[in-house]
């Protein structure tokens, strides 16, 4: 028995998984499922064409076997099941499985794959799955200081807004 079920396209979303998500309930069950299958050697999966134990805390999940998304996601499926002979019902060792796909994978497929997901650029998935560590984690770490910049901006730009008083003067413009 494998240890968990996965569907072929979180073979990538694990690799890339950063501690984002679509809820908290999703990134914590995620994040436990990545801290087991990258620490333990002998992880096991077994592939399915439905929903799986990634996505039973995700909020487009929608019944058993169903999400919201289904159009999308199941072309990803459908795409790295096929590009790399993967079979639904197989159990496979999850550490040689992902450096299988790695050693075959480059940006082209990469991007026929996982071009329409919504993470693909958020997530930086690209240079963590290619091994591009550095870059992404100066882009991520990059892209969390613009946005933590512009909530101060925002938060002192309303601050002076409410403390500024109008100015009242008898001299009129010089032009």
Not at 80 to 97: A, D
Not at 111 to 129: A, H, M, P, T, V
Request: aromatic fraction near 10%; include cysteine; charged fraction near 35%.
């Amino acid at each position: 028995m494998a240890d968990i079920l996965m569907r072929p396209h979180h073979l990538l979303c694990t690799q890339a998984f950063r501690g984002m998500g679509y809820s908290k309930e999703f990134t914590e069950n995620m994040a436990a499922l990545v801290k087991m299958m990258k620490e333990d050697d002998d992880f096991t999966l077994e592939l399915v064409s439905g929903t799986d134990h990634i996505c039973r805390a995700c909020p487009n999940k929608i019944g058993e076997n169903v999400c919201k998304d289904d159009e999308k996601v199941l072309l990803f499926d459908k795409k790295i099941k096929e590009m790399f002979g993967l079979e639904y019902g197989k159990k496979y060792n999850y550490k040689e499985l992902t450096e299988k796909i790695d050693s075959n994978l480059d940006e082209n497929k990469l991007f026929l794959i996982c071009g329409n997901c919504s993470w693909y650029e958020k997530s930086r998935c690209r240079d963590y799955i290619l091994q591009n560590d550095d870059k992404a984690e100066k882009d991520l770490m990059g892209t969390i200081f613009k946005v933590i910049l512009d909530l101060i901006i925002k938060h002192f730009d309303r601050r002076i807004n409410i403390i500024s008083l109008p100015c009242h003067t008898d001299r009129k413009p010089v032009f």
